[in-house]
């Protein structure tokens, strides 16, 4: 067994069942469930009616990197949804089983075997996602927690010491927040951007929640910001995913897009992970 295994925490869901095992909601009251994040509206018509036309597909093996029309859709979808947003759908983008297994993978891939003693280091905002956690954990690395505090809950960069910064090979970030709804404006990306500058880690910015925002301001996104900043896509990976913006958690559907190099390093563990998209 991987002794690595030994290191990740108890699933906060799993604690959660166990520790609502038994309650039930008073007669006559509906529970209301706040733990998982489920949508609780039907999957859209086009999407179903898309899916059941589509099941002769299912005759046939995926392709690792996924169907060039599908890559082609999410480059557009992201220049509709990012202001203009401009990826090269043949290796900028990468079709995912959602967001979730693709932020534990591409950890994998971002973080460096231990040869002089020092275990890479991932920072994390917190409260967080524990698939940041388990991710670090399982690829060896160190996991260092960069606190929300009010009244913005963004996390303070200022609380990483200068030694764990030298350390760090990954940055996760979630904007919009779980669980505060926080956003990243174009001045929060700028300061990450310049550490990023002067410590060279990888930036994973984690952007399931991207339509959920109230009014007619939308959310920026880590690409967005690096082209509004006039930088490159080097370095960042955004991941997005079906699941809440669309109510089809089931599906498993998302991509992620950005920096080509480490695009194609995630590709060729996934081919031999077993992970496709079509």
Known sequence: ?????????????????????????????????????????????????????????????????????????????????????????????LPVLGSREAL??????????????????????????????????????EIHFANSHAPRFLPDWSQVPETVWQRTKLVFVCSPDNPSGSVMQLGDWAELFALQDRYGFVIASDECYSEIYFGGNKPIGGLQAAQQLGRSNKGIVMFTSLSKRSNVPGLRSGFVAGDAELLKAFLLYRTYHGSAMS
């Open 104 to 141: 534990f993978s591409f950890a994998q891939v971002v973080l460096e075997h231990v040869s002089d003693g020092l275990k890479p280091v991932v920072v994390s905002p917190n409260p967080f996602y524990q698939i940041y956690e388990g991710a670090t954990l399982l690829g060896g690395g």
């Open 1 to 93: 067994m991987n002794p690595l295994l030994d290191t990740l925490k108890p699933y906060p869901f799993a604690r959660l069942r166990e520790a609502m095992a038994g309650l039930e909601a008073p007669a006559g009251a509906a529970p209301v469930p706040l733990h998982i994040g489920e949508p609780k509206h039907p999957t859209p018509a086009v999407i179903t009616d898309a899916l059941t036309a589509s099941l002769a597909e299912l005759e046939k093996y995926p392709l690792s990197a996924g169907l060039p029309e599908l890559r082609q859709a999410c480059a557009g979808w992201a220049a509709r949804r990012y202001d203009g947003l401009q990826l090269d759908p043949e290796t900028e983008i």
